[in-house]
């Protein structure tokens, strides 16, 4: 009897082994947790819910949103890089974390273009101006006018690197002078800005969309060689007197440096069909974006644009790493 079972008993065995392998290869074999460099709330934060929904159907396994808020982005960037590159870890990059923090945060601990791989790009965003509602400011030229009158008495808020160099390149272009006030998100500044306590900041239009809609703040002008199809009613920043003004951000998806090109292709194949589908088409309308997917190459190829873009902005703008 032990002599029949025992051949018995390895089989059984080792079927079972190559089961649990097979299994652990599949993938996703659990929720996937998404990083975020924002706070709750945030642009980032609604993205990556809705596009979750679609997500979570194509590959049957939740999408977790966690916020790692920082400054320039850098806590929840270092996160990923050192996460394990089993698609499990999913970063939401764009402008500040993946192109200008080379330029602007000293001895940055990450390479945005070695130690991640591209998913697909999301979005290209425009920001808007906007000012406290209950200063007599109706135009950029009116702001220009009141900053100039009023030499460094004026403040911004700051919730990332392209509300920074978006009111720089007003600054320099316009030849005013403001303070700026560092937050963890435009969310955070946006309130601050409500309650009186800053004068202006540059802003994601879907962040500022309640403000504006409840008459808290005040729109001026969009960042955007063109003007936002849903806040058409707004001019440029050309138009709005400021020479050769064009900024707009992104926001893409990274993994781990490693990841298996197997696991980036269904996360892409995933949150393209969620991007390009009338639902994801229309959400990114009312959220004031462009939404744009991507091939990994696509984004790779966008990216390193973006970095060249960061180095001529920086420059243009005469900010200094910090």
């Known amino acids: 009897m032990i002599k029949t079972f025992r051949p018995f008993l390895t089989a059984a065995l080792l079927a079972t082994s190559q089961l649990v392998v097979a299994q652990g290869d599949r993938f996703p074999s659990k929720p996937i947790q998404v990083i975020i460099t924002s706070t709750p709330g945030s642009a980032s934060d609604a993205i990556t819910r809705f596009l979750g929904t679609e997500v979570t159907k194509a590959l049957g396994q939740p999408l977790v949103v966690v916020s790692k808020a920082s400054a320039a982005g850098t806590i929840g960037a270092e996160f990923v890089r050192r996460a394990a590159p089993d698609g499990h ?13 080379l330029y ?25 101006l906007v000012v406290r509602a209950d200063l007599p400011i109706k135009s950029v030229a009116d702001l220009v006018a009141r900053a100039k009158a009023k030499p ?15 009111a720089q390149l007003l600054k320099s272009g316009a030849g005013m002078e403001a303070q700026d006030i560092s937050f963890n998100g435009a969310s955070q500044a946006i309130l601050e800005l409500v309650a009186g306590r800053l004068d202006f900041m540059f802003t994601d239009p879907m962040v500022a969309d309640p403000f504006i809609k409840q008459g808290k703040v005040r ?9 936002l199809p ?17 900024y707009v951000s992104f926001l893409g998806y990274y993994v781990p440096r490693g990841t298996p090109r197997s696991i ?55 900010l200094e790493p910090q």
């Open 104 to 128: 602007l945060v000293k001895n940055l601990a990450y390479d945005p273009l070695k130690d991640f791989e591209p998913v697909t790009l999301v979005t290209i965003n425009p920001l808007v």
């Open 230 to 246: 849903t806040m058409g009613e707004l001019p440029t920043m050309v138009e709005a007197g400021v020479p050769n003004y064009d």
């Open 264 to 318: 980036i292709d269904t996360l892409n194949g995933a949150f393209v069909k969620a991007i390009d589908s009338a639902e994801g088409q229309a959400f990114f309308r009312r959220m004031g974006m462009i939404a744009r997917s991507s091939t990994p190459e696509g984004l790779t190829t966008f990216n390193k644009e973006q970095i060249a873009s960061w180095e001529r902005w920086v420059k243009q703008a005469g």
């Open 219 to 227: 729109a001026l002008a969009v960042t955007s060689s063109v003007r």
């Open 152 to 166: 460094g008495q004026m403040n911004y808020g700051i919730g990332n690197s392209g509300g920074r160099v978006a």
């Open 89 to 101: 870890t999913i970063f939401l990059g764009g402008n500040t974390t993946m192109a200008a923090n």
